[in-house]
């Protein structure tokens, strides 16, 4: 039984947390200029993976693009 609720809470964590980590995600893509559908690429083992870390850690466009104003402020 406590096996099951372990299970069961788990899983309600997991998808809680799933809607605002893609959000948040999306978000990101669109800061650095790239469309909501490059977070697709992470079903692609290993080399998705390394496209989203490299996307992660490049800085921002330094004026508007296409999916608004800065977050910066720059």
Known sequence: MSWFLAALLSGLFVLAMLLPSLAVSVRRLHDIGRSGWWLLVSFIPLIGAIVLLVFAL?????GDNAYGPNPKGS
Request: charged fraction near 60%; aromatic fraction near 0%.
């Open 58 to 62: 490049r800085d921002g466009d330094a």
